[in-house]
């Protein structure tokens, strides 16, 4: 099925064809895998966003008007089920506490706050990305890594200007941190 084009391949899976749904599995499982996992869910809650995103495909296959650009839209799919799982679960989390006796080996609770602040400013720094710029980033940092022809084949960017854009993606990630931090310490 390495061979097949997307579009082929989308309009023989949208038949119910088992064997193209599961070349487009085999094509673009690691990426809606590594969408979910940046956001930093757990496995299995992954797994379920994962079985989630291509039940959505399943849902939508025949509605997909460009199959060529079918990874932009399972990392979007990704992406928005993961937010929406996110959400979900800020809602559902416990707020008393149920253990207050201290872990010996946790770090002290200053260095506990400026890592929680820190990793506070660099998510608000990345929302302020663009879609975009956020995509690229997050499929930079897959794991498994994505080369650089796939990440073209992902963004509909030239393979040679990868490597620059992430380069100004990360200059203007580490502006709105300073930014940031010039903002907190002006304020305080």
Do not use: H
């Not at 993961?82 to 559902?92: E, F, N």
């Not at 030239?158 to 941190?177: D, F, H, K, N, Q």
């Amino acid at each position: 099925m390495d061979d097949v084009a997307t579009t082929d391949l989308l309009a023989r899976a949208a038949g119910g064809d088992q064997a193209a749904w599961n070349g487009l599995v085999d094509r673009f499982g690691r990426l809606v895998w590594s969408v979910t996992r940046g956001f930093r869910l757990d496995s299995a809650t992954a797994a379920d966003v994962s079985q989630t995103v291509w039940l959505r495909l399943a849902e939508n296959c025949e509605r997909i008007r460009d199959p060529e650009r079918l990874a932009g839209w399972l990392a979007t799919t990704a992406r928005n089920e993961s937010l929406r799982v996110l959400r979900r679960t800020q809602r559902d989390e416990p707020t008393e506490m149920l253990d207050d006796r201290p872990d010996v080996g946790a770090p002290v609770l200053d260095e506990r706050l400026l890592d929680d602040e820190t990793l506070g400013e660099a998510l608000d720094a990345f929302r302020q990305l663009s879609d975009d710029q956020q995509l690229l980033l997050r499929l930079l940092c897959a794991d498994p890594p994505l080369g650089y022809e796939r990440i073209s084949e992902i963004t509909g960017r030239p393979v040679g200007s990868i490597g620059p854009t992430r380069a100004r993606c990360l200059e203007r990630l580490r502006r709105l941190m300073d930014e940031s931090a010039d903002n907190t310490k002006g304020g305080a």
